[in-house]
């Protein structure tokens, strides 16, 4: 580690790995990497990260439960406005170890273009 704010990623941890059911690459290169992200209703993903922040494209939407690797919840989509109504396209920031619960009644299917740093 280079300075004391530069993230650790393990990668066992990455979501191709560690949540394998729920994600899938579309594409690769040193650049980005494209991410295609599947939750059904009512399923739990495996505590995973995504290293590089990037474009998220809503496919289809549902609401959600993040929560960090010790079970805290990190975000509830059902009490952010903003996620109320999102917009089909959004930016996402790396992040950390967590799990995503689809808590809604329609499956989460996300595109994701990671940009490499």
Do not use: Y
């Not at 191709?16 to 992200?37: G, P």
């Not at 993903?45 to 609401?63: D, E, F, K």
């Not at 799990?99 to 990671?114: K, L, P, R, S, Y």
């Amino acid at each position: 580690m280079s300075d004391s704010t530069e993230q650790v990623w393990d990668e066992n941890l990455d979501a191709l790995v560690a949540s394998a059911q729920h994600h899938r690459l579309l594409m690769e290169n040193d650049k980005v990497r494209v991410l295609e992200t599947i939750i059904p209703a009512g399923e739990r993903t495996a505590i995973h990260t995504h290293q590089w922040a990037g474009v998220l494209h809503i496919m289809s939407w549902s609401h959600f439960i993040r929560r960090d690797d010790q079970g805290n919840i990190l975000v509830d989509s059902r009490t952010v406005e903003s996620l109320q109504n999102p917009p089909k396209v959004m930016w996402g920031p790396a992040l950390p170890p967590h799990t995503f619960e689809n808590v809604g009644d329609q499956t989460m299917h996300i595109v994701a273009v990671e940009l490499k740093s």
